[in-house]
């Protein structure tokens, strides 16, 4: 394995170093993310992986942070590079999908502009980092508003052997369901069509608490990646999850108060009622149905809620 530098961080073969990746332009210094490069003591694929992406999902903070520190350089073939938290200002501000710098959400501002808003600088320096690897994984999990249990986001281009092995990264997750989403500009998935690299969305937990189940999805499912791709040896556990073929939202029609009748993971049958919206009367104001077969992919996790806002998204069977 050759040395891996980005800027001006250096990681020879064996060695994992840490520091700080440069945003160009004028901002805040503490906006440019923390970077870890773990350089495996042979040659091998390199995997780049980012958390953070949205700042206030904790969970994928978690288990990315964790998953970089348990890498040991010396026992791999190839090479990890990890963003542990890739939108710092909304991190550190808590802000719902939006940096509170520029109300820009990261996941739709890639590839990025070099001279442009700070979002758009940032996910131009994220991009260029992205390009390093041989596969890419965007770790999410519920914005400040949501909970998931877990699923797994593969990106869909026009090469369809790009896009099977982004099918088998994710099958590399213990998931109950797989959705493909298009590989096109603002997502951070869009690297598969625009720098060719195989890429994934994994999607678990809820900011509030983070839970221990939802670190384990993130962690279990990136040892299990390093195995597929040989970058750590061991038998890769290739799970038999399906393909969802829709998400369907669910919008509240009212202001008012939400009650779910459904848990995570849950499978629900047309027409069944998943939950209401009362008024501050107590009041019933709707009904919420399924408006077909599904399982409960992500619920809201708020008490109150507006009109118009997204109560459940269902993965369809
Ligand atoms: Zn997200």
Same mark, same amino acid.
């Given at each position: 394995m050759s040395e891996i530098r980005v800027g001006d961080i250096v990681a020879a073969p064996g060695e994992k170093k840490r520091g700080t990746l440069t945003v160009p332009g004028s901002h805040d210094p503490d906006y440019n993310p923390k970077i870890i490069i773990v350089n495996g003591a042979k040659t091998g694929k390199t995997l780049v992986i980012t958390g #953070? =992406?949205? #700042? /206030?999902?904790?969970a994928s903070i978690e288990a990315v942070t964790r998953f970089a520190n348990m890498l040991?350089? @010396? =026992?791999? @073939?190839g090479a990890v590079i990890v963003v542990p938290v890739a939108n710092v200002p909304q991190f550190r501000e808590r802000t719902q999908f939006v940096s509170p710098v520029d109300g820009l959400n990261l996941n739709d501002s890639f590839p990025g502009k070099k001279d442009g808003l700070f979002t758009e600088r940032l996910a131009y320096a994220l991009f260029d980092v992205i390009r390093l690897g041989d596969a890419y994984i965007d770790c999410h999990g519920g914005d400040i508003n949501e909970d998931i249990l877990g699923f797994v986001v593969a990106a869909e281009g026009t090469d369809p052997a790009l896009n099977q092995v982004s099918l088998e990264l994710a099958q590399c997750?213990? /998931? #109950?369901f797989i959705h493909r989403f298009t590989a096109e500009p603002g997502l951070s998935i869009s690297a598969q069509e625009l720098l060719r690299i195989p890429s994934i969305m994994p999607e678990a937990g809820t900011p509030?608490? =983070?839970r221990e189940e939802s670190v384990l999805f993130h962690v279990d499912g990136l040892m299990n990646i390093l195995r597929y791709l040989e970058i750590l040896e061991g038998e890769v556990i290739r799970y038999q999850s399906f393909v969802s073929p829709e998400r369907i939202k669910l919008y509240s029609s009212h202001d008012g108060i939400w009650k779910s009748y459904v848990e995570l993971n849950q499978r629900v049958e047309k027409d069944e009622p998943i939950g209401i919206v009362k008024n501050s009367f107590g009041d019933v104001l709707e009904v919420v149905k399924a408006p077909k077969r599904g399982i409960v992919g992500m619920k809201r996790c708020y008490y109150s809620v507006k009109n118009g806002e997204i109560l459940v998204v269902l993965s369809t069977l």
């Open positions: #953070g =992406v949205h #700042g /206030t999902e904790f040991d350089p @010396s =026992v791999m @073939s997750y213990n /998931t #109950g509030f608490p =983070v």
